[in-house]
C-alpha cells in the first residue's frame, strides 16, 4: 500500500512541474519553415541565414529551409515575402533592403507594417574602399584631394540607404564627385582594384579578395563600432566623418499575421542558435554578430529610417516622387 500511494503521489507531483519547452512553444512550427532571402546565396547574410536554420530545425523539430530571392533592390523577396502572408515564412534581410524604398520608389508594393522585426542578427562591416594606388591614407586625405581636383573622382555604392548617406555628404561637403551605377557590386570592387573608380562605399566581404591581394585599401568603416576582423580601420565618426555612420543592420522578420506568442518566442530561439561557432562564422563572412531583441531591432531600424530622411532631405528628395 505503502509502495502504491508513494507511486500515485510521484504521478501527481510529475504533472505539476513545469516541462521545459521550446520557446515558441510545441504547437510552432506545425511544419516546413521557409526562410527567404533578399541576397543571391554565398552572401554573408546568406551564409548566416543557413547556419541558423540548421540549428533553428534540431531545435524546432521541423526542417528549416533557406531559399534566395535576389533581385529588384529586396522587392523580389519582399513580394514574395508578404504576398506568402504565412507565418511558416519569415524574412532574413538587411534592413538596407527596403529602409530607402520610400525615397528611391512612387509607389510600393507593401506597408512597413507587413514586415514586423523578430530579431536582429548581426551588422554587415561595411568600409569606404579606394585604390591602393590612391594617395590617400585617411577619409580627410580622401576630402582634401576631391577640393583640390573637383571632378577627378568618381564613387559607387553598395545599397540605396549608403548610397543616400554618402550622396549627401557629398553635397553637404560641396564635394564634386560623380556617381557610377552599378548593378553588380562585385563588378564595382573589381574596377576599384584597377582604379576605374575612386571610391567604393561596400560591404567588406565584397571587398575582401581585392583587399587581400594589395589592390585596395580602407579608409573607414561606417559601423557604429569596430570590427574585429580589422581591428586597426576607424569609424568614420573616429575618423571626424560621423555623418557617414550607418550600420548595416541584418535581421529576422515575420508578417504582421503572425501570432504575438510565436512573434515573442523566436527572438530566444535564435540567441540560442548564435552559439560561438555562428558567431566566428559569421565575423568571417564580414558580419559582426550582434543579436537583438524586437524591440532593439525595430529602434534601430526607426533610427535608420530617420538618418535616411535627412540625408534625402539634403539631397531634395521627397518619398514618393
Same mark, same amino acid.
Given at each position: ?10 504521478? #501527481? ?20 519553415? $521557409? ?18 536554420? /540548421? ?29 506568402? +502572408?504565412?507565418?511558416?515564412? #519569415? ?14 520608389? $512612387? ?7 507587413? %514586415?514586423?522585426? %523578430? ?9 569606404? *574602399?579606394?585604390?591602393?594606388?590612391? *594617395? ?42 560623380? $556617381? ?19 571610391? +567604393? ?6 571587398? @575582401?579578395?581585392?583587399? /587581400? ?9 561606417? +559601423? ?46 535564435? @540567441? ?23 524591440? /532593439?531591432?525595430?529602434?534601430?531600424? *526607426? ?19
Amino acid at each position: 500500500m505503502q509502495r502504491l500511494a508513494f507511486g500515485l503521489t510521484f504521478r #501527481l507531483l510529475a504533472l505539476l512541474v513545469p516541462v521545459t519547452v521550446p520557446a515558441c512553444a510545441q504547437s510552432w512550427p506545425q511544419h516546413t519553415v $521557409k526562410v527567404l532571402v533578399t541576397l543571391g546565396a554565398g552572401s554573408g547574410v546568406d551564409i548566416g541565414a543557413r547556419l541558423l536554420a /540548421e540549428r533553428l530545425s534540431k531545435h524546432w523539430g521541423q526542417p528549416v529551409v533557406v531559399e534566395n530571392r535576389p533581385g529588384g533592390d529586396g522587392l523580389v523577396a519582399i513580394g514574395a515575402f508578404v504576398a506568402a +502572408n504565412d507565418d511558416h515564412v #519569415l524574412l532574413t534581410a538587411p534592413s538596407g533592403s527596403f529602409t530607402a524604398h520610400p525615397f528611391t520608389y $512612387k509607389s510600393l508594393p507593401y506597408k512597413d507594417a507587413d %514586415i514586423v522585426p %523578430i530579431a536582429r542578427i548581426s551588422n554587415t562591416i561595411v568600409v569606404v *574602399a579606394v585604390p591602393a594606388s590612391l *594617395a590617400a591614407a585617411s577619409l580627410a586625405d580622401l576630402v582634401a584631394m576631391a577640393r583640390a581636383q573637383p571632378g577627378s573622382l568618381n564613387w559607387a555604392g553598395t545599397t540605396a540607404s549608403n548610397e543616400f548617406m554618402f550622396g549627401a555628404f557629398l553635397k553637404n561637403a560641396g564635394l564634386a564627385i560623380s $556617381k557610377v551605377p552599378y548593378r553588380n557590386l562585385v563588378e564595382a570592387a573589381n574596377d576599384l582594384s584597377t582604379g576605374r573608380i575612386q571610391i +567604393n562605399v561596400t560591404a567588406y566581404a565584397i571587398a @575582401r579578395p581585392q583587399i /587581400e591581394a594589395g589592390k585596395v585599401k580602407l579608409l573607414a568603416l561606417t +559601423n557604429t563600432a569596430r570590427a574585429a576582423v580589422i581591428p586597426d580601420l576607424p569609424t568614420v565618426a573616429e575618423a571626424s566623418f560621423p555623418e557617414l555612420t550607418l550600420d548595416g543592420l541584418v535581421g529576422m522578420f515575420g508578417p504582421r499575421s503572425m501570432s504575438g506568442r510565436v512573434r515573442e518566442g523566436i527572438p530566444a530561439d535564435v @540567441r540560442a542558435a548564435m552559439d560561438r561557432d555562428v558567431e566566428e562564422r559569421l565575423n568571417l563572412t564580414g558580419q559582426l554578430p550582434n543579436f537583438g531583441g524586437p524591440a /532593439e531591432f525595430a529602434a534601430d531600424i *526607426a533610427q535608420q529610417r530617420a538618418r535616411l530622411a535627412t540625408a534625402a532631405k539634403s539631397l531634395g528628395i521627397v518619398p514618393g516622387e
